[in-house]
């Protein structure tokens, strides 16, 4: 089956979105009375963060049971209701599939454990541990009776064996189960790291000592194959891989039709423009360097998966964009850059409101396992502790997490949130921007439409025009229409010489005339019509 080029995607992390039994917990039941909302946004596909039976280690991605709904989230009946509901909307669901690792809660880990023959080797268990490192920090390897297991993440995900056939099977029927019940495809995380060719020691690395053990193997690739071949072929799907450290070359190995792998993957390269050797050394964001990043990718893979924001990355805007003085700009200017690329466009839920970063005060404030087991990391090697939380404030992944913003009040539910709501839900929600017409979930609404009504955003290719320090000028051109994207992603007006004429499409400021001199954070996008004769 050929990959719809058409979609829009937009990601639920459910514990977030929509509380519908005053838990503090976003839940199912709560995503369903949010189906028309996320209709109304015009986009095509759901990908739902992990909503299965977990402990909630890694706030689902430690999974315990494939086939059951966490009941925080609510049941399966939920789940169908979800699902059918979004068909009956013209929306498709696609699931995270985390198959690296499970939940060490896992009943085949319990029996792992216990030394059950059958599951045994489900794991990966040594007498003594290596000295590989977990992408959480510190050792990747714990100790329980007498052995140690494999851990890539944290001790409470234990990695599966992909070396054990029966692991295959297992995961082959979890796949079909969920295809069988309606949904779409699956977001597969971090897929290109389930593959160990061997134990052995790696080279001594700030992070991840070890990964040229496990990272982007063939054997991954045969992995991708079988599952492509014995279970998605049999339905419609739509599949995204979640690929760490990738190349472009990379990339396309995971994505060329004729491979048969994967439909697209996310990669992290233009996460990585603003941080020096890892995620928590930030430096100061130059956007000539996405600029170039975006531009290598768009030229040099075959289909991109775009995105500037998830469950795991810092707010867009407070991080590439202004989130104080050119919120709106930036927040549109952002989207205007997301939508003309080539490739699928995602949305993470709050982006299409222009959600900050959350304004956490203190360490209690955070949840996630990761932000907390880098802080203390961050003690051992000796960094103050008042750097060490300003480093947390940057980049935790709770920056994504806070509760939806629906309304002045928060909206989200009724009582207070798992998570502290963000003071500036306030200013920014959904009630409000939904009534005005200039917001920037409005001009979100707009760029979809768009998108939709022209081929070319979607089948056009891509050539720059110009690249400076805060300009961005490129062509997208099929055979009907030619689109000219300018971005200025700068608190300076900045001037633009070559300048295309054809028709304003959409542009984030109004203005008597749009001629040479850019606005702060001004971006517009220009059509023209190719004359057949
Ligand atoms: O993330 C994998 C990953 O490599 C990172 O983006 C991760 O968020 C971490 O910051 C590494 O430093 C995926 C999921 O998206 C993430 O939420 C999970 O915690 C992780 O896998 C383990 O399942
Ligand atoms: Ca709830």
């Given at each position: 089956m050929a990959l719809n080029k058409d979609l829009v995607v937009y990601q639920i992390y459910p514990r977030s979105f929509k509380d519908s039994n005053d838990d503090g917990i976003g839940d199912i039941k709560g995503i369903i009375s949010k189906l028309n909302y996320i209709k109304s946004l015009g986009v095509d596909v759901l990908w739902l963060s992990p909503v299965y039976k977990s402990p909630n280690d890694d706030n689902g991605y430690?999974?315990?049971?494939?086939?059951?709904?966490?009941?925080?989230?609510?049941?399966?009946?939920?789940?169908?209701?979800?699902?059918?509901?979004?068909?009956?909307?013209?929306?498709k669901i696609i699931m995270d599939l985390v198959i690296n690792h499970t939940s060490d809660e896992h009943e085949w880990f319990q029996k792992s454990v216990q030394g059950d023959p059958k599951y045994k080797n489900y794991y990966i268990w040594k007498d003594k541990p290596n000295n590989w490192t977990s992408f959480f920090g510190g050792k990747a390897w714990d100790k329980i009776n007498n052995q140690y297991y494999l851990h890539l993440f944290s001790k409470k995900q234990p990695d599966l064996n992909w070396h054990h056939p029966p692991v295959m099977d297992e995961i082959k029927d979890v796949m079909r189960f969920w295809l069988d019940k309606g949904i779409y495809g699956f977001r597969c995380d971090?897929?290109?790291i389930i593959f160990k060719s061997s134990l052995k020691n790696g080279r001594k690395r700030l992070v991840l000592t070890g990964r040229e053990h496990y990272h982007q193997q063939e054997g991954m690739h045969d992995i991708l194959k079988e599952l492509r071949r014995d279970v998605l072929n049999q339905y419609e799907t739509f599949?995204?891989?979640?690929?760490?450290?990738?190349?472009?070359?990379?990339?396309?190995?995971?994505?060329?039709?004729?491979?048969?792998?994967?439909?697209?993957?996310?990669?992290?390269a233009h996460m990585e423009v603003d941080q020096i050797n890892n995620k928590w050394f930030k430096t100061k964001f130059k956007p000539k360097k996405l600029f170039n990043c975006l531009t290598k990718w768009q030229e040099e893979v075959y289909w991109n998966a775009n995105y500037f924001e998830n469950h795991d990355q810092p707010r867009s805007v407070s991080r590439f964009g202004d989130d104080q003085t050119y919120h709106d700009e930036s927040a549109k200017l952002l989207a205007t850059l997301l939508f003309s690329l080539r490739g699928t466009p995602y949305i993470f839920q709050g982006q299409e409101i222009g959600m900050t970063n959350?304004?956490?005060?203190?360490?209690?404030?955070?949840?996630?396992?990761?932000?907390?087991?880098?802080?203390e990391l961050g003690k051992t090697l000796r960094i103050p502790e008042k750097i060490r939380f300003k480093m947390m404030q940057k980049t935790s992944r709770d920056n994504a997490r806070t509760p939806m913003q629906w309304h002045q009040n928060g909206g989200f539910s009724t009582v207070d949130p798992w998570l502290k709501q963000n003071e500036n839900t306030k200013f920014i929600n959904v009630l409000d921007q939904d009534s005005h017409a200039k917001s920037i979930l409005n001009y979100y609404r707009q760029l979809i439409k768009l998108r939709k009504k022209y081929h070319v955003f979607r089948d056009g290719d891509f050539q720059v025009l110009r690249k400076t320090n805060k300009i961005f000028y490129f062509k997208r051109a099929n055979e009907i229409h030619d689109l000219y994207v300018i971005i200025n992603m700068s608190k300076k007006e900045t001037i633009i010489k070559e300048l295309n004429d054809g028709e304003l499409l959409i542009t984030n400021i109004e203005k008597k005339y749009y001629d040479h001199v850019l606005s702060p954070y001004e971006a517009r996008i220009y059509?023209?019509?190719?004359r057949n004769d």
């Open positions: 430690d999974i315990s049971d494939y086939k059951a709904i966490n009941p925080e989230f609510g049941s399966m009946k939920d789940m169908e209701k979800l699902i059918s509901e979004a068909n009956l909307r013209g929306i971090v897929i290109n599949t995204v891989g979640e690929t760490v450290m990738v190349t472009p070359k990379q990339a396309n190995d995971l994505i060329l039709p004729e491979r048969k792998e994967l439909d697209m993957i996310f990669s992290f959350g304004d956490f005060m203190a360490m209690e404030e955070f949840k996630d396992v990761e932000t907390h087991r880098i802080y059509i023209k019509e190719k």
